[in-house]
């Protein structure tokens, strides 16, 4: 079964540019997050969607970070304009709710964004 | 303010010794628990989860849960060097799906 997929691996932008980062979930999933990972911060949560809907959204990263579900089994985050400070790895994760017990995350492999 | 906190930041231990992590909750609303690892240059990959008090073992790796103390274990034995990884705790609450992440435990089994 195919895993969590995101493209591109790496990223580098120039500060004010807007990026896209796109994220493919696992097949079947409804739940769909996004994280930005940081030595200093850790996982810190960007976006969490539920069968497409916006179920929540990290506060401090309303500002220029908008992530979308075009679909089911697409998803993107633009950032925009990027900030030498975004310079992070974004992880798309998503799992399956079935409204029972908590589920586990599947993580794709990360999108590494520098910001020059 | 951190709603899980892990310690020690960094271990090394020996090859075939045990490590041990730990994962303290400061919200007593967390009742879902899970470890995952993350190898260099991959995405985290789930573990083990425990949402019951006392131990589960799988295989090398044993997980022990007390929520009256809001704290969860992870216990490797017979460490090795493929175990070298950053290991973070997540926390969630009933019907609540998002997850809290603790800042990870940078572990390094030494051949």
């Known amino acids: 079964d195919a895993g969590v997929t995101q493209t591109p691996r790496h990223e580098v932008a120039e500060k004010g540019q807007t990026i896209i980062l796109k994220c493919e979930p696992v097949s079947g999933h409804n739940d769909l997050f996004w994280y930005r990972q940081t030595k200093i911060q850790g996982l810190e949560l960007l976006s969490y969607f539920r069968s497409k809907s916006l179920m929540e959204d990290g506060g401090a990263f309303k500002d220029r970070f908008k992530a979308e579900m075009l679909n089911s089994s697409f998803s993107t985050l633009k950032i925009q304009p990027t900030e030498p400070k975004d310079s992070a790895v974004y992880l798309c994760?998503?799992?399956?709710?079935?409204?029972?017990?908590?589920?586990?995350?599947?993580f794709g492999a990360g999108t590494r964004l520098s910001v020059l | 303010q951190q709603k899980v906190q892990q310690s020690p930041e960094s271990l090394s231990v020996p090859e075939g010794g045990m490590a041990s992590l730990n994962c303290t909750s400061s919200?007593?609303?967390?009742?879902y628990f899970w470890w995952y690892r993350q190898h260099s240059g991959e995405g985290p990959k789930a573990l083990m989860s425990i949402f019951s008090d006392g131990d589960k073992k799988e295989g090398r790796f044993t997980a022990h849960l007390n929520k009256a103390s809001l704290h969860v274990s992870l216990h490797i034995r017979d460490s090795q060097p493929s175990d070298s990884a950053l290991y973070f705790c997540a926390a969630s609450r009933p019907g609540y799906q998002n997850f809290y992440f603790g800042k990870g435990t940078s572990l390094t089994v030494i051949p």
């Open positions: 919200d007593r609303n967390f009742q």
């Open positions: 994760a998503s799992s399956l709710w079935t409204g029972g017990s908590q589920n586990t995350l599947y």
